[in-house]
């Protein structure tokens, strides 16, 4: 009893539906799978972007539900079929829940039974009944009972009897033998009792335990199919491995160009490493080798609109207008008079090596096989009106327009006009001055802080 005990504590376990896909009666607690996927981190500079570290052949919702309906169509059951089997195993549960009582009964019932008919095949099925009665298993209990109370035991009571007693329920026609059988009539007699009692109050309790246990069995050999059709799955899940995925994963982040914040950069990463060594069959640890290709773009509005402001940070060019401007007496205004258009972006491609180790670290290498940046200015115009008073009686001033461009990661100021005046009691004079040369002011490389010089790691999310 105590073993039936475990096994019906497990049997309840086992049918409470866990982790069961799209309401699905199939019970995916009784198989065993993999996860199939992690998240990832990979860090430069100050920035993170996410990623996964995925088996190519992983055991998504989507699969998982797929190998259901194959092993459902390859045992030709459907999901409520599946769900009827789980309900009458419960029921099956219900019933074999014996008392001391019951078990007593029955076993009285039995000696009563091999005393009405101590030998022959009735003997011999009445005893398998008492082995299975002693058996630790309910599936056997209850199978064997059904099939004897429904089919055998009936007969033979019938059959019994009827030696003894005619259809019209009288002795037979050698009454010198009434006294012969009088003790094993008696006997017939409270066995055929006992067998109309026990069959009625049994009967049902029997056929909910043998209903139960052939579900029970059904449902193993379908569980038992769709295991061998998962680790078939899982075979082919080991041997093509895990792969690192970043596929075009973005992380944005503000940053100062010339002085001026609040530009938006985006940095997108793809990068894919396989698995090529394994260690161990089936686990995410071992060496990956791959490529990789980082791309950054830039929305660059700020800069341009506050590019009167960029100009203060150019070089000689802002050096010498900072000067003017702290200069006693003199009177320097800055405006952006054309917004123009900006376009900045940095591709990089390269190799890549990682190593999972069994304690979950990452180390990852990168070398980079080029690395291409596109810039394109064009169109800024900032206009600086300034005004010098060198005394009482003599002024001068003027506006000067300067463009700002690049083609490449260098600023370029040129086609300066300027128009300039000098004002005395005796002097006035104005006149406008267009140039044709350029200043190279360099490059805020501020904007590539993040990648840069700075160290890329990889490791798992929330390690």
């Known amino acids: 009893m105590k073993k039936l005990w475990v096994i019906l504590l497990i049997l309840t376990m086992v049918l409470q539906p866990q982790n069961a896909y799209a309401a699905s009666y199939v019970d995916l607690s009784r198989v065993k799978f993999s996860s199939g996927s992690e998240p990832l981190v990979f860090t430069f500079g100050d920035l993170n972007i996410d990623g996964v570290l995925m088996q190519i052949y992983p055991f998504t919702e989507d699969e998982i539900n797929q190998l259901v309906q194959e092993t459902l169509k390859s045992k030709n059951l459907t999901q409520l079929e599946i769900k009827e089997a789980n309900e009458k195993v419960l029921k099956a549960k219900r019933a ?228 003017m401007k702290e200069t006693p007496g003199n009177t320097v205004n800055l405006s952006t008079v054309s917004t123009g258009s900006v376009y900045i972006e940095r591709v990089i491609n390269g190799y890549c090596q990682a190593t999972i180790k069994e304690d979950g670290e990452i180390t990852l290498t990168m070398e980079e096989e080029s690395d291409q940046t596109v810039v394109n200015i064009s169109g800024i115009e900032v206009e600086m009106d300034y005004s010098v008073i060198d005394s009482k009686i003599f002024n001068s001033g003027g506006k000067i327009r300067f463009q700002i461009s690049a083609d490449k990661e260098e600023i370029v100021i040129g086609g300066i006009t300027a128009d300039i005046f000098v004002k005395s009691p005796d002097v006035n004079f104005s006149h406008e001055i267009s140039g044709s040369g350029t200043v190279n002011v360099g490059w805020d490389k501020g904007i590539w802080k993040h990648w840069d010089g700075t160290k890329k790691t990889l490791s798992h999310r929330g390690r």
């Open 96 to 323: 074999s829940e014996f008392t001391k009582e019951d078990l007593e009964r029955v076993k009285q019932n039995m000696l009563t039974t091999i005393s009405a008919v101590p030998v022959g095949n009735v003997s011999t099925v009445l005893s398998a009944v008492t082995g299975y009665m002693g058996s630790s298993s309910w599936d056997d209990i209850g199978t064997a009972s059904a099939t004897l109370l429904e089919n055998t035991t009936k007969d033979w009571v019938k059959d019994t009897a009827g030696g003894f007693v005619n259809k019209a329920g009288e002795l037979g026609k050698n009454l010198n033998t009434v006294n012969a059988v009088t003790s094993q009539l008696l006997a017939i007699e409270k066995f055929c009792e006992m067998m109309v009692d026990e069959h009625a109050r049994t009967k049902q309790k029997w056929k909910d335990i043998a209903d139960g246990a052939n579900a029970k069995r059904m449902l193993n050999e379908f569980y038992f199919a769709l295991q061998n059709k998962i680790d078939s799955y899982k075979s082919k899940s080991d041997r093509f491995g895990w792969q690192i995925q970043f596929n075009d994963e973005r992380v944005g982040s503000n940053f100062t160009f010339f002085g001026v914040d609040t530009n938006y950069q985006t940095w997108s990463l793809d990068m894919i490493l396989s698995q090529e060594e394994k260690p161990e069959i089936g686990a995410a640890t071992g060496t990956y080798l791959g490529v990789y290709s980082i791309r950054s773009r830039h929305e660059m509005s700020n800069f341009q609109s506050r590019a009167h402001e960029a100009i203060l940070n150019m070089g000689e060019v802002g050096a010498a207008i900072k000067k």
